[in-house]
């Protein structure tokens, strides 16, 4: 299969590292990054990229491309990749309002767009949503997510600004995961607090969540408290994160649990009745090898554009249900009430 043409929309963090997997896949060619900022057009000229200015100018060679732009971007980004004819992936969050993206759904119709939330396209997550099935039926998920960024981290002016706090930035991976997982949301509740930074932002959030299969959840979010806690700190996938190898997820059902994502299953001891006066037998899974989830999901990502079929990859669909539950979090915790799917109003951007 002749490698797949991508250019990236926005040069920088983000993009840069979407540009650094299409460069070494096998099964991607960067063509070029549009940035439309000058001054670091001209930094990534001088490093060797191929810069240009505007979608417009991008090689008549280009198939599809990554939208790594701002949020408020997306969705114009979104349509200027299905002007162009091409596939795309937009990060995340899909788009920044419900409205946006139910505009965009309706827009795209089935061609091959797709939102990053890349979490799903680790090997583990795949393992896990095929053993969850081994556990009866699914009765609660526990996570936590608690990693205390740096101080300094707070220097840049719009990470204190209204819409900044750990609910726009984080909950939407979890959300994603957990859908992923366990199965679809119709109603969070949020609590949040800005007691440890002192800031008008939050710096911790705890949600209860309601599965659509009859599941209940909590996740409690806080980028204040120190901990081993978290997604990236589980995986080692983020190198500015240190990797602490503990687990931060427990799926339970009728017939077993599940501790992510290390994959220790816990399951009944014997053939009698699994209840709480028989000790469970646990599992250990042989652990998947490390791999860059990004590079994971740009690989799928061309094979769906070159014919295969793929389930794992973040629809549309699902990234504006990972958005409308997020934006959900956020009207709870402001208005102290429980919020369901479909009462998120449509141009509501989490202030």
């Known amino acids: 299969?002749?490698?797949?043409?991508?250019?990236?929309?926005?040069?920088?963090?983000?993009?840069m590292r979407h540009a650094e997997v299409a460069t070494k896949s096998e099964l991607t060619k960067l063509i070029c990054v549009v940035e439309p900022h000058a001054p670091r057009r001209a930094e990534l000229i001088q490093m060797g990229v191929n810069a240009v200015a505007s979608i417009e100018d991008?090689?008549?060679?280009?198939?599809?491309?990554?939208s790594a732009t701002p949020t408020q971007l997306h969705h114009?980004?979104?349509?200027?990749?299905?002007?162009?004819?091409?596939?795309?992936?937009?990060?995340?969050p899909l788009t920044a309002t419900v409205g946006e993206g139910l505009s965009l759904i309706a827009e795209a119709r089935d061609k091959p767009l797709f939102c990053g939330h890349h979490r799903r396209c680790h090997p583990f997550s795949i393992a896990a949503r095929q053993i969850i099935?081994?556990?009866?039926d699914l009765v609660g998920v526990q996570a936590l997510w608690s990693l205390r960024k740096h101080d300094t981290y707070y220097d840049t002016e719009w990470r204190t600004l209204p819409g900044a706090g750990v609910l726009m930035?984080?909950?939407?991976?979890?959300?994603?995961?957990?859908?992923?997982?366990?199965?679809?949301?119709?109603?969070?509740?949020?609590?949040?607090?800005?007691?440890?930074?002192g800031m008008v932002i939050e710096d911790t959030a705890a949600l209860s969540l309601r599965f659509a299969?009859?599941?209940?959840?909590?996740?409690?979010?806080?980028?204040?408290?120190?901990?081993?806690?978290?997604?990236?700190?589980?995986t080692g996938e983020n190198p500015a994160i240190a990797r602490s190898g503990e687990d931060y997820l427990r799926i339970i059902g009728t017939m077993g649990a599940l501790a992510f994502p290390s994959l220790t299953q816990w399951s009944?001891?014997?053939?009698?009745?699994?209840?709480?006066?028989?000790?469970?037998?646990r599992h250990f899974i042989q652990p998947a090898a490390p791999i860059d989830p990004l590079q994971a999901q740009i690989e799928r990502f061309a094979n769906v554009v070159g014919g295969a079929e793929d389930d794992i990859l973040c629809t549309l669909a699902d990234g504006h249900a990972a958005l409308e539950?997020?934006?959900?979090?956020?009207?709870?915790?402001?208005?102290?009430?429980p919020v369901r799917r479909g009462e998120v109003p449509h141009d509501f951007r989490g202030v």
């Open 1 to 15: 299969m002749a490698r797949l043409p991508v250019c990236v929309i926005g040069g920088g963090s983000i993009g």
């Open 58 to 66: 991008a090689p008549d060679e280009t198939r599809a491309a990554i």
């Open 76 to 92: 114009t980004s979104a349509l200027q990749i299905l002007d162009q004819g091409w596939a795309g992936i937009i990060e995340k």
């Open 133 to 136: 099935g081994q556990l009866g």
């Open 169 to 197: 930035t984080n909950v939407s991976h979890e959300l994603d995961l957990l859908r992923f997982l366990v199965g679809d949301m119709t109603e969070v509740s949020a609590l949040t607090s800005n007691a440890r930074r």
């Open 213 to 234: 299969n009859g599941a209940l959840g909590s996740v409690l979010m806080s980028d204040a408290g120190a901990s081993p806690w978290a997604f990236e700190a589980a």
């Open 268 to 281: 009944r001891g014997d053939d009698g009745e699994i209840e709480w006066s028989k000790p469970m037998r």
């Open 325 to 337: 539950l997020t934006l959900a979090a956020v009207l709870s915790g402001r208005d102290g009430r």
